[in-house]
């Protein structure tokens, strides 16, 4: 299957920092990304579309101006976690979906922490 | 906006025995509905997927079946093996030839147990 890379794969940041996240389709174009959120124990809620060369779609609730999402080419989306506090400490993770099709191939994710 | 709904939370089996797991959905207009297995602290790995021009699909020891007019869904994996034991995600997504954002269920633990 397609290989999709998302770096880093933990951070640890102070309250208050930015922390930016990639996610990289590797071997295929992605005009469309997906980031999600995990909590422990609980299923991936989606946070936002990424289109490239275009705003994000944000799901209700998920605060834009918090979550910074890039999609600048077809094969990068960043996902930006501004002045981040500690309830922001989460698993995020990143799908993508070659052109086309409808499986989507995530990231390995990222386990952000914010002390 | 669509809503998924999913049956266990967790589900314990013996070796060797039948695991069934369900969804349900709420937008008539989904038409694509893949399972994930998640082990933990790891990407979720696709398993199987069905579309809505398909009542039942089968790989092996996994097999998923649609019933669109209830808008429900399920997962049957048989002859259970403890490296069966993960976190299953249904989801659901209304992608017609364009990329749809998947929407999933809460998730179900299995523990198949030796």
């Known amino acids: 299957g397609a290989v999709v890379s998302q770096h880093p794969s933990w951070v640890i940041c102070k309250s208050g920092t930015s922390v930016k996240i990639e996610c990289r389709s590797l071997?295929?174009?992605?005009?469309?990304m997906f980031w999600y959120r995990q909590f422990p124990k609980q299923s991936l809620m989606l946070m936002a579309t990424?289109?490239?060369?275009?705003?994000?779609?944000?799901e209700q609730g998920v605060e834009k101006d918090k979550f910074l999402i890039n999609h600048a080419s077809l094969t990068l989306s960043t996902l930006t976690v501004t002045s981040a506090h500690p309830e922001d400490s989460s698993f995020y993770i990143c799908?993508?979906?070659?052109?086309?099709?409808?499986?989507?191939?995530f990231g390995q994710g990222t386990r952000l922490t914010v002390v | 906006g669509e809503n998924v709904e999913q049956h266990p939370s967790t589900l314990s089996v013996q070796e060797g025995d039948s695991a069934v797991i369900k969804c349900t959905y709420s937008?008539?207009?989904?038409?694509?509905f893949p399972w994930y297995k998640q082990e933990l602290g790891k990407r979720p790995q696709l398993i199987i997927d069905?579309?809505?021009?398909?009542g039942e699909k089968k790989d092996q020891r996994i097999a998923v079946t649609l019933n669109k007019t209830a808008k429900h869904f399920s997962l049957h994996i048989t002859e259970t093996q403890p490296e069966d034991s993960a976190v299953y995600f249904c989801?659901?997504?209304?992608?017609?030839?364009?990329?749809?954002?998947?929407?999933f269920g809460k998730g179900t633990k299995l523990s198949v147990k030796p």
């Open positions: 989801a659901a997504s209304k992608a017609r030839g364009s990329q749809g954002n998947l929407i």
């Open positions: 799908s993508a979906v070659s052109g086309g099709a409808s499986e989507a191939f």
């Open positions: 069905i579309r809505s021009n398909v």
């Open positions: 990424s289109n490239e060369g275009s705003k994000a779609t944000y």
């Open positions: 937008d008539s207009a989904s038409n694509y």
């Open positions: 071997d295929f174009q992605a005009t469309t």
